[in-house]
C-alpha cells in the first residue's frame, strides 16, 4: 500500500470512530512495543542476576581463606588451668621414665681409640660394667660400680673417681645422667672434680636433672642441701642455690637454715648473699631476719599444688 494512503488510514483512525482495521493496527503496534519492553527487561533482569551470582562467589572466594588464615591464628590453650584463687590444676602428664625413654638416647661406653689406650685393666672392667648396667637399665648397679671406682681410686669424700681417667669420668657422667634426677647425689661428686671440664659437664646434667617434673620442692631441698655439704665453688653453688626461690616459703628457709649450718665455708658466705634474692626482701641480712620473715610470710593454701611432685610413676 503506498505510504501516502498507510499515513491516510492512521490519521482516519485517530479521527474517526475506530474501525476493524484501525484497532488491528493499533494492537500490533502495542504488541510490538510491549515485545521490546519485555525483552529489555528480561536482558535487564538476566545481568542483574549474574552480576549478583558473580559478587558471591567473589565473596565466598575470598572469605574462606580468611576464615582459615583467622583459625590458624588462634593461641592454643596453655597446659595449665588456673582454678580457685592461686591454685593451678596440673594436666596429666608422661612419666619421668618414658619422657627419658623416648627423648634421651641411651649413651654408649664406647671410647676413640687415643683415649682407650689410656685406660688401665681396671678403668676397662669398670667401663664395661657400666655398659651391662645401662644395658639392664640398673641404676643400683652403677651406684655399686661409683663405689668400687672410688674405693680402688682412693677418692676423697665427694670425688669419686679422679684417679680414673677423664675420659672414664665423662662416661660415668653420662651414664648417671641417663637416669635423670635418680643420679643427682652421683654427680655431686663429679661437679667437686678437679678436672674443669668434668666439673662443668657434671654441673651441667646436675642442672638439668633437678628441673625433673617428678621432683616437689621438698626433693629439691634435700638435693641443695646436699650439695652445700661438698661444693665448695662459689660458681657452681650460686647456680644450684637459684633452686632455692622455686620453693615454698618454709622450705626455702628450712634448706637456708641447714646450709647456714652444715654447709662448706664457702656455702655457708654464699647463702647468706643469696638470702634477699630468695626472699625478694633487700633488709633480710641474717638468720633472725628469715624467721622472722617466715612468720609473715606463711605457705600458700596451695602450695602442695604449685610445689609439691607429680603423682609417681608407679613403675618408677
Same mark, same amino acid.
Given at each position: ?5 498507510? /499515513?491516510?488510514? /492512521? ?25 521490546? *519492553?519485555?525483552?529489555?527487561? @528480561? ?11 558473580? *559478587? #558471591? ?22 597446659? $595449665?588451668?588456673?582454678? /580457685?584463687?592461686?591454685?593451678?590444676? $596440673? ?8 619422657? $627419658?625413654? %623416648? ?16 685406660? !688401665? %685393666?681396671?678403668?676397662?672392667?669398670? @667401663? #664395661? ?13 652403677? $651406684? ?13 669424700? *665427694? ?36 678436672? %674443669? ?38 660458681? #657452681? @653453688? ?25 654447709? !662448706?665455708?664457702? #656455702?655457708? /658466705? ?19 631476719? @628469715? ?16 610445689? *609439691? ?8
Amino acid at each position: 500500500m503506498p505510504t501516502r494512503a498507510i /499515513k491516510n488510514i /492512521k490519521n482516519s483512525c485517530h479521527s474517526h470512530p475506530p474501525s476493524a482495521y484501525c484497532i488491528s493496527m493499533k494492537l500490533d503496534t502495542k504488541l510490538k512495543y510491549g515485545s521490546i *519492553g519485555l525483552i529489555i527487561l @528480561l536482558i535487564g533482569a538476566g545481568i542483574a542476576f549474574m552480576s549478583m551470582d558473580g *559478587g #558471591a562467589d567473589s565473596s565466598n572466594s575470598e572469605q574462606a581463606p580468611l576464615e582459615h588464615k583467622v583459625e590458624k591464628s588462634r593461641p592454643k590453650k596453655a597446659s $595449665r588451668n588456673p582454678t /580457685k584463687k592461686g591454685k593451678i590444676q $596440673r594436666t596429666q602428664r608422661a612419666s619421668v621414665k618414658d619422657i $627419658r625413654l %623416648e627423648t634421651h638416647e641411651k649413651p654408649s661406653m664406647l671410647l676413640d681409640d687415643e683415649e682407650e689406650k689410656e685406660l !688401665t %685393666e681396671l678403668a676397662r672392667k669398670v @667401663l #664395661a660394667s657400666l655398659q651391662t648396667a645401662l644395658d639392664n637399665e640398673d641404676f643400683n648397679q652403677i $651406684r655399686q660400680i661409683l663405689e668400687m671406682a672410688q674405693s680402688a681410686s682412693k677418692g676423697s669424700l *665427694g670425688r669419686y673417681t679422679e684417679g680414673m681417667p677423664v675420659a672414664l669420668r665423662k662416661k660415668m657422667i653420662e651414664a648417671i645422667s641417663w637416669f635423670g634426677a635418680q643420679g643427682l647425689p652421683e654427680l655431686i661428686g663429679f661437679i667437686a672434680d678437679a678436672n %674443669e671440664e668434668v666439673a662443668q659437664m657434671a654441673l651441667d646434667q646436675f642442672e638439668q636433672a633437678l628441673s625433673d617434673v617428678s621432683l616437689g620442692d621438698r626433693d629439691r631441698a634435700k638435693i641443695v642441701s646436699l650439695a652445700s655439704t661438698v661444693l665448695t665453688d662459689t660458681d #657452681a @653453688l650460686e647456680q644450684i642455690f637459684m633452686e632455692i626461690s622455686n620453693m615454698r616459703n618454709s622450705e626455702a628457709a628450712n634448706t637456708i637454715f641447714t646450709i647456714c649450718q652444715d654447709g !662448706t665455708p664457702e #656455702a655457708k /658466705k654464699l647463702i647468706i648473699d643469696t638470702m634477699a634474692f630468695v626472699t625478694g626482701e633487700d633488709n633480710i641480712k641474717t638468720v633472725e631476719d @628469715l624467721q622472722k620473715w617466715v612468720k609473715e610470710n606463711p605457705d600458700g593454701e596451695y602450695d602442695d599444688d604449685l610445689f *609439691g611432685p607429680m603423682d609417681p610413676d608407679p613403675k618408677e
